[in-house]
C-alpha cells in the first residue's frame, strides 16, 4: 500500500492521477466518505474495485466529475431537474442519476442505463479530479472505500485498516490523505431518469432543501417502503455499513428496559485474571448520562445534533466495533427529515 499526502509531497495530487491514468486503484477523500477509485471510462479499472470490495457486479458506482460541464461525457441527457439541482449543490454531497450515454462506463453503472453522477465538495478530491481530466480520465468511479457492506471510512487510517493486506491477485490499493471527512455519512441520491424526482438515499441535504432548488415535490424510497420501479443504486441494499457486531436499534425506553434486563447477568458473570472484553456497547444520546459504566457494557454519546451525529456515525462504530463487544446498542435518531441520513446508514446496519 502507497500513502500519497499532498501537505508533505509536492507531487502527491500528480501521482495519484497517474495513478488512476494507468488503470490503478486510489482512495480519495471527498467531503462525505473516503471513496475507493479508478477510472469510470475503462471497464477493466471498474473490475478492480469490484474485486478488492468483494462487491456485486451489477451494484452501480457512483462516477466522481470535477464540474457540471464534465458529466455529459457520462450522461445522454441531463434532464432539468436534475441540472437544477446540480447547479445549486455542485460540488457537495449530492449524487444524480441520469440516463448513461451509450457505450459509456457500463461496469461503473452495473449494467444499467442509467449512471450516478457527483462532483465533490473536497479541495484534495477536485485538484484530483483536475489533475486527472488532464491525463483524459473522464471522471471517477468511486464507491466507500470499505470491503463491502461493511462500515464506510471516514479517514484515511480507516482506508488502510480495509486494505492494508490485498489477497493475492488483487490490485494494491493507493491512499491518498486528506485529513476527516467533514460530512461523514455518503451523499444523498436523487434518482431524476424518470421525469419525477425520487429521494433513493438520504444524506446531509434534507428534502425541504432539495424541493425548494427543484421547484417541485420529491418521491422518496426507504428500507421500510423501497420503490421497485427505481433503478438500482449505491448503498441501498437492505443490509450495509454494517460493523462486526450486532446491530440493534431501539427507543430510549425500549433499550432501558434492555439493559434493566441485561445488567444483573452481566455484574455477575465471574473472571479471573485480565478483565474481559465490554460485551454490549450502547450508542445513545441520552442513556449514557443517566447510567455509570458496569461490567460488560460501554457507553458513548450519540451527539444530539443530526449533522454532528452524521459526522461521527461511521468513525464512532468502528471504535466501538474495534472494543470486541458482540452487540452495539442504538437509540434510534429522533423524527423528522434532519436525521434520515442517519436513521437510514443505522436501519441497513442493523439489517446485515
Not at 474495485?49 to 451489477?58: D, H, T, V, Y
Not at 423501497?226 to 446491530?247: E, F, I
Request: charged share 20%.
Amino acid at each position: 500500500m502507497r500513502l500519497l499526502d499532498p501537505t508533505t509531497q509536492p507531487d502527491a495530487i500528480d501521482l495519484a492521477a497517474q495513478r488512476l491514468a494507468d488503470g490503478g486503484l486510489l482512495a480519495l477523500p471527498t467531503e462525505t466518505v473516503y471513496g475507493l477509485g479508478a477510472r469510470a471510462d475503462d471497464d477493466a479499472a471498474v473490475a478492480r474495485i469490484f474485486a478488492a470490495k468483494g462487491r456485486p457486479s451489477n451494484h452501480p458506482l457512483i462516477v466522481h466529475v470535477p464540474n457540471v460541464e464534465a458529466s455529459y461525457q457520462f450522461a445522454s441527457a441531463i434532464p432539468p431537474v436534475a441540472r437544477q439541482l446540480m447547479e445549486r449543490f455542485w460540488p457537495g454531497p449530492l449524487t444524480v442519476i441520469v440516463p448513461r450515454a451509450e457505450g459509456m462506463a457500463a461496469a461503473s453503472a452495473g449494467g444499467q442505463d442509467t449512471i450516478g453522477l457527483r462532483c465533490p465538495d473536497h479541495p484534495v478530491a477536485l485538484q484530483l479530479l483536475q489533475a486527472a481530466a488532464r491525463l483524459g480520465v473522464a471522471g471517477v468511479a468511486a464507491p466507500s472505500a470499505n470491503r463491502f457492506g461493511r462500515i464506510s471510512p471516514t479517514r484515511a487510517e480507516h482506508v488502510v485498516e480495509e486494505f492494508n493486506e490485498q489477497g493475492e491477485g488483487l490490485d494494491e490499493v493507493w491512499v491518498l490523505q486528506g485529513g476527516p471527512c467533514e460530512v461523514g455519512i455518503e451523499s444523498t441520491i436523487v434518482d431524476c431518469s424518470r421525469g419525477h424526482p425520487v429521494i433513493l438515499r438520504p444524506g446531509r441535504l434534507t428534502r425541504v432543501e432539495l424541493e425548494a432548488a427543484a421547484g417541485m415535490p420529491m418521491g422518496r424510497s426507504t428500507p421500510e417502503a423501497p420503490d421497485p420501479n427505481a433503478p438500482r443504486a449505491s448503498g441501498t441494499l437492505d443490509a450495509h455499513y454494517a460493523p462486526r457486531a450486532k446491530v440493534r436499534l431501539m427507543s430510549d425506553e425500549h433499550l432501558d428496559m434492555a439493559l434493566n434486563m441485561v445488567e444483573p447477568e452481566l455484574a455477575a458473570r465471574p473472571f479471573d485474571g485480565p478483565k474481559p472484553a465490554p460485551r454490549i456497547a450502547v450508542y445513545s444520546r441520552s442513556l449514557w448520562a443517566r447510567r455509570s459504566a458496569r461490567p460488560g457494557l460501554v457507553f458513548r454519546p450519540m451527539p444530539a445534533e443530526p449533522v454532528q451525529a452524521a459526522h461521527d456515525l461511521f468513525a464512532d462504530l468502528r471504535e466501538l466495533d474495534a472494543l470486541g463487544v458482540d452487540l452495539i446498542w442504538v437509540e434510534a435518531p429522533p423524527e423528522g427529515s434532519a436525521w434520515d441520513g442517519v436513521r437510514d446508514r443505522l436501519t441497513r446496519a442493523a439489517a446485515a
